[in-house]
C-alpha cells in the first residue's frame, strides 16, 4: 500500500474510511456520483462525491433534479392526479359570466326580432304569401340568425384574442367523422325514446314544416332543406357547443356544463312538451363536442344527420 503525498487527493478507500474516529452524531450523507466512481479490485469502489467529480460538472445538479423529481411523484396525492385528468377536457375561459350572459341575450334577441324584420323588410305578410314564400323566408331567417350569432360572439370574444386552445375549431378528418356519424345515430335513438317517454316530439315545428311542403314545389324543399339542414344546426352547434358550453366549464366540472347547456339549449325552443327529448338531444351533442376536443366538424355533422332523419320522416 503507497502512502499519499502532500499532493495526492486524500485517501477515500474502505481503509481509509475505518481508520477515522467513530463520533457521537452521525455525519451527513454524502451524495455520490456513480460515473466517477473507480473500482480497485478485490471487490473494493472508490465512490467520488459529486462536489469532486472533475468528470461530470453538470452530474450535481442532475442528481439533485431527479431526486426532487421522484420526491414530487412519491408526495403527489392520487385525488390530485384525477383532478388533472378532469381538467385536460376543459376550456380556458378568460372572460366572465356577465360576458357569457350579455352574448347569449343578443343572440336571443336576434331570433325574436329576426322574422318581423325580415318580413318587414321583404314587405310580405306571412298569412297571405305562398308556401313556397314561407319556406324562402324561413330559410332567410335561419341564415340571418346564424350570420347574426356569429358577428355577435366574434365581436364580443374581439378583447380576448388570441383565443385559448380547442375554441371553436373546425377540422375534418376522420376522428370527426366518425364521432359525427355515431353521434347523429345515437341522438336520434336517445331522442326517440325520451319522446316516445314523455309523450313530447322528437323535433319542433313538423306540423309547419308538413303544411310548407304540401305543395310539393322544388323550390319549397329545398328552402326547407337548407334551412332544416344546414342552417338550424350551423347555427345551434356555434352558440351553445360552440360558446356556451366551453364558457361553462369556468364554473362547473365538464359533466355539469354538459347538462347545463342542453337544458338552456331545450328551453330556447320555448315548447315545454319537447323540453326532455330536445334535453336528451343536447346532452348527446355536447358529449359529442367533449369527445372531439372542441372540433366543432363532430357536433355539426351528428345535428345535420338527426334533422335530416328527421326532416326524411316528415316528407316520406
Request: net charge positive; proline share 6%; with cysteine.
Amino acid at each position: 500500500m503507497h502512502h499519499a503525498s502532500a499532493t495526492s487527493p486524500p485517501r477515500t478507500d474502505i481503509h481509509h474510511w475505518l481508520s477515522q474516529p467513530r463520533t457521537s452524531t452521525p455525519a451527513r450523507a454524502k451524495s455520490f456520483c456513480p460515473l466517477g466512481s473507480k473500482s480497485l479490485g478485490r471487490g473494493l469502489t472508490v465512490l467520488q462525491p459529486h462536489k469532486a467529480c472533475t468528470r461530470h460538472t453538470r452530474c450535481h445538479a442532475s442528481s439533485q433534479d431527479s431526486e426532487s423529481q421522484l420526491a414530487n411523484t412519491e408526495q403527489e396525492p392520487t385525488a390530485d392526479k384525477a383532478g388533472k385528468a378532469q381538467d385536460a377536457t376543459r376550456w380556458q375561459v378568460p372572460w366572465g359570466g356577465g360576458q357569457v350572459a350579455r352574448l347569449m341575450l343578443q343572440i336571443w334577441a336576434l331570433e325574436a326580432i329576426s322574422v318581423p324584420l325580415l318580413t318587414q323588410l321583404r314587405g310580405l305578410s306571412l298569412a297571405e304569401t305562398s308556401f313556397s314564400d314561407k319556406a324562402v323566408s324561413a330559410a332567410a331567417v335561419q341564415f340571418l340568425k346564424l350570420l347574426g350569432a356569429v358577428l355577435i360572439v366574434r365581436r364580443g370574444l374581439t378583447p380576448y384574442k388570441p383565443l385559448p386552445p380547442k375554441w371553436k375549431r373546425y377540422r375534418l378528418n376522420a376522428e370527426a367523422l366518425g364521432l359525427g356519424v355515431s353521434g347523429g345515430v345515437t341522438a336520434l335513438c336517445l331522442t326517440l325514446l325520451t319522446a316516445a317517454a314523455t309523450g313530447g316530439a322528437a323535433a319542433q315545428n313538423t306540423g309547419t314544416v308538413t303544411t310548407l311542403l304540401g305543395d310539393g314545389q322544388a323550390i319549397t324543399v329545398t328552402a326547407i332543406g337548407a334551412a332544416s339542414i344546414l342552417g338550424a344546426p350551423v347555427l345551434e352547434e356555434y352558440t351553445y357547443r360552440g360558446f356556451l358550453l366551453p364558457s361553462l366549464t369556468k364554473w362547473m366540472q365538464t359533466p355539469a356544463a354538459v347538462l347545463t347547456q342542453a337544458v338552456i339549449f331545450a328551453g330556447s325552443h320555448l315548447s315545454a312538451g319537447d323540453l326532455v327529448p330536445l334535453t336528451a338531444l343536447g346532452v348527446c351533442l355536447g358529449t359529442v363536442t367533449v369527445a372531439a376536443e372542441g372540433n366543432l366538424v363532430a357536433p355539426t355533422l351528428a345535428h345535420v344527420l338527426y334533422n335530416a332523419a328527421i326532416l326524411y320522416n316528415i316528407v316520406k
